[in-house]
């Protein structure tokens, strides 16, 4: 049970602004058969899910605060104008490394359904650690 959150815990850092390596953690636990595979897919989907929703909720709290054209991030900047043109489905690619946490700040940022948004980042991370788990069974 201890592994399951420390994946969860790894899961929710590599999906927030801080780096993390989630997916070799991800990677391990299934090549040792800590777990059973879907127990393992399902949890550090969890975790990362809720990690790109914590930077989904500072993106909704930044933008009260200071308008899109002070944004200095330039990361931020185009994720923002990417969020703009292709709208909630931009979400499905949260999973990316660097770009997905940017989208994710976007999509609070623009004020998205935050229904849609939770179901489309899960979609997105489901299938990264899908394809990272049984690339390792």
Known sequence: MLELWGLFVSAFISSTIAPGGSEAVLAYMVAEQIQPVLMLVLVA???NTLGALTTWWLGSLAAKKFPAEHLSDQKKQKAL???Q???YW???????PIVGDA?????GWLKLPLVVSTVLICIGK???YLFVAYWFV
């Open 103 to 107: 989208l994710c700040f976007a999509g």
């Open 85 to 87: 043109h292709w709208g």
């Open 45 to 47: 989907t969890l975790g």
């Open 90 to 96: 931009s979400l499905l690619f949260s999973w990316l």
């Open 81 to 83: 104008r990417w969020v």
């Open 126 to 128: 489901l299938f990264r």
